[in-house]
């Protein structure tokens, strides 16, 4: 089975800064990729970033240039490093996993239960 753990969510100031890390665990063949979603409230989950275990990288336009997201491949661990934060950031970030179990020919989309992100104006 897979599992996957958020962490570093919390309250900031607007212009500050949080790394978000998320860790996959379980019975994993391979991760093709993994990535952070965001919902406020009111408006539907978005992308945020994602980066494929070849390291390609995609972002929301809004938070190109402040937010880096990396991944470990022997950990099976992204990371977003968050920087200028504003408020219009304040959500919930989930990860996501898009990863292959032993024994299975399939991926699949696994998530997180999510980290908040309060940023105070």
């Known amino acids: 089975q897979v599992q996957l753990v958020e962490s570093g969510g919390g309250l900031v100031q607007t212009g500050g800064s949080l790394r978000l890390s998320c860790a996959a665990s379980g019975n994993i063949f391979s991760t093709n990729a993994m990535g952070w979603y965001r919902q406020a409230p009111g408006n539907d989950r978005e992308l945020v970033a994602s980066?494929?275990?070849?390291?390609?990288?995609n972002y929301e336009d809004s938070v190109k240039g402040r937010f880096t997201i990396s991944l470990d491949n022997a950990k099976n661990t992204v990371y977003l490093q968050m920087s200028s934060l504003k408020p219009e950031d304040t959500a919930v970030y989930y990860c996501?996993?898009?990863?292959?179990?032993?024994?299975?020919?399939?991926?699949?989309?696994?998530w997180g239960q999510g980290t908040r992100v309060t940023v105070s104006s």
């Open positions: 980066i494929t275990a070849g390291g390609s990288t």
């Open positions: 996501n996993a898009k990863i292959r179990i032993s024994g299975s020919r399939y991926t699949y989309d696994y």
